[in-house]
């Protein structure tokens, strides 16, 4: 167990990334997390991201990595892969 433990650090680390860019009309937010066998490191991406728009904000665009069991790369992103999720706008 010890040998995996820089592992699981380093996927821990870089699992729970997410964040918002702002200027005074758009804003940018992201998430990202770590798939494995379709749990979701630390939580869903597409709830974090939205968690991160501005109150009152008017989103135009939302792209996600696939993350769904219909389709091949959503499947394998769910076995082992990680998600992410853009929304941007206007304030």
Not at 28 to 55: K, Q, T, W, Y
């Amino acid at each position: 167990m010890k040998k995996y433990l820089p592992l699981i650090a380093l996927v821990g680390l870089t699992a729970s990334c997410s964040g918002l860019r702002e200027t005074d009309s758009t804003f940018s937010a992201h998430a990202e997390s770590f798939r494995i066998l379709g749990f979701a490191i630390p939580g869903e991406d597409n709830a974090m991201a939205l968690e991160l728009v501005p109150e009152g904000a008017t989103i135009e665009t939302i792209h996600s990595a696939p993350a769904d069991w219909t389709s091949l790369l959503g499947a394998l992103n769910n076995i082992l892969g990680f998600s992410y999720t853009e929304i941007s706008g206007t304030k």
